[in-house]
């Protein structure tokens, strides 16, 4: 688990192709000292399973679904990453519960500064938006932010200098595409609101407004 905390920024070192499936080498400043063999690391919020690492560099292998579902399918070789250590029990718990499993992919659609902040907008898919909450959190690319303000699937949110000077931030654009990953909490609500009913739902099935109303949700 990670609190969405940047600890550090990385970079891509090296994208090899074995047998279908990709492994990174991510090059860092962070201390690896206390990293052992199997450890998770959060790269631009995607939790990697550490396979190698030295003194400033780690190794991963990534599955089809991890490249299906984020976007390190379009990583190249020299771009920064948000990297973050998973916690320990004595950490300060400073942003949110962070799992490093993405969600969805979003894009940044509007990007502006706002006094000594970021002001930025980012439009995630459509089948993310009901996990989405005005003052709630969300992970971009590893960041625990909070949203602003929702418009449909459009949230806006804001940046400190801070945040932007110890991230990848520097680096967006308009159009450039993001790692998303939901309020854990939300995704487990939607699961229990099922009931009975969960184990005879199809994996691709949803929450209706109808399904709320049918079992006293609505009034």
């Known amino acids: 688990m990670f609190t969405g905390l940047i600890e550090s920024l990385g970079k891509v070192e090296s994208l090899q192709s074995i047998g279908g499936d990709l492994r990174v080498r991510i090059q860092t400043p962070l201390d690896l000292s206390d990293v052992a063999l199997g450890d998770s690391i959060a790269t631009n919020g995607i939790c990697l399973t550490v396979i190698a690492w030295g003194s400033n560099w780690y190794a991963a292998d ?93 949230m806006s949110l804001n940046v400190i200098p801070h945040t932007a000077e110890r991230t990848n931030i520097s680096t967006w654009k308009v159009g450039t595409l993001v790692n998303l990953e939901v309020d854990i909490i939300a995704r487990y609500i939607e699961r229990l609101l099922l009931g009975e009913r969960a184990a005879e739902q199809a994996p691709t099935s949803k929450l209706s407004m109808e399904f709320l109303a049918e079992n006293g949700f609505l009034k």
């Open 62 to 154: 990534v599955s089809q679904e991890s490249l299906s579902r984020s976007t390190l399918v379009n990583w190249r070789v020299g771009q920064s990453v948000n990297v973050e250590k998973a916690m320990l029990p004595t950490t300060r718990f400073g942003g949110h519960i962070v799992s490093g499993h993405v969600d969805a992919v979003g894009e940044i659609t509007q990007l502006q500064q706002d006094a000594r902040s970021i002001y930025f907008e980012v439009t995630a898919p459509a089948s993310i938006a009901k996990y989405l909450a005005e003052k709630g959190s969300v992970t971009v690319d590893g960041i625990s932010l909070t949203i602003n303000h929702l418009r449909g699937n459009i």
